[in-house]
């Protein structure tokens, strides 16, 4: 039973496409947060969410935004894709406040823009 | 700025001892957590320090001195399984979690 799932594992799509990555935690954990991880493999916190605050990365584009339906969910919508978006992303999850507790990392989502 | 340093690549030996360094430059330090990444996987956590000294688990081991902005992750009678990524991170004053770039990890025979 995964703890922390998020699909799809692979997304090859166009530049200018939308598209959106699901994360749900089984965990009951307050916090969840999603990372992008590049080529040099260096992980880059992009939001940071409970059900109290959102804490947005500032280098952030806006054309990347989390929507959580509940606790639970945590998902990533992308609009207009750019070839630099093409990365592993990762969801993850802790409980208590953020950062105060380990991380529990979903299987990540490689996506690949053309 | 806040900055974590780590070697970017180290090789040891199959039932070998290695050392991989942690310097961190932070404003302010709330915890130092190390996660283990195998090539294609997610990271998952190994340990977390927020007291001067070393903590046991198993074949693994992390130090901290605070004092000196210095961690270690010390992993004992090497396998195979442990060629790998090795990530520090540091938890600043906002609790704000700073990643180091990580160091790879490869195992010989």
């Known amino acids: 039973d995964t703890a922390v799932s998020q699909t799809p594992k692979y997304l090859v799509t166009q530049m200018g496409n939308d598209k959106s990555i699901k994360c749900e935690q089984n965990?009951?954990?307050?916090?969840m947060y999603w990372y992008k991880q590049d080529s040099k493999k260096f992980l880059k916190i992009m939001f940071s969410?409970?059900?109290?605050?959102?804490?947005i990365n500032e280098t952030v584009p806006n054309r990347f935004s989390p929507k959580s339906p509940d606790k639970a969910h945590l998902n990533l919508h992308i609009n207009s894709l750019e070839l630099g978006d093409s990365a592993v992303y990762f969801c993850?999850?802790?409980?208590?406040?953020?950062?105060?507790?380990?991380?529990?990392f979903g299987e990540g989502s490689r996506l690949t823009v053309l | 700025g806040q900055n974590i340093d780590q070697p970017t690549e180290m090789t040891a030996t199959e039932g070998a001892i290695v050392q991989i360094n942690c310097t961190y430059q932070t404003s302010g330090f709330n915890g130092l957590f190390w996660y283990q990444q195998h090539a294609g996987e997610a990271p998952t956590f190994l340990s977390y320090n927020v007291l001067d000294g070393l903590e046991e688990k198993g074949r693994f081991s992390s130090f901290l001195s605070r004092s000196k902005g210095y961690s270690y992750l010390l992993l004992k009678e090497l396998q195979m399984k442990d060629s790998a990524s090795y990530l520090c991170a540091v938890v600043d004053s906002n609790y704000q979690l700073i990643w180091g770039a990580g160091t790879k990890l490869i195992i010989k025979p």
């Open positions: 993850a999850s802790s409980q208590g406040e953020w950062n105060t507790g380990e991380l529990f």
């Open positions: 969410y409970n059900n109290k605050e959102l804490i």
């Open positions: 965990l009951g954990h307050d916090t």
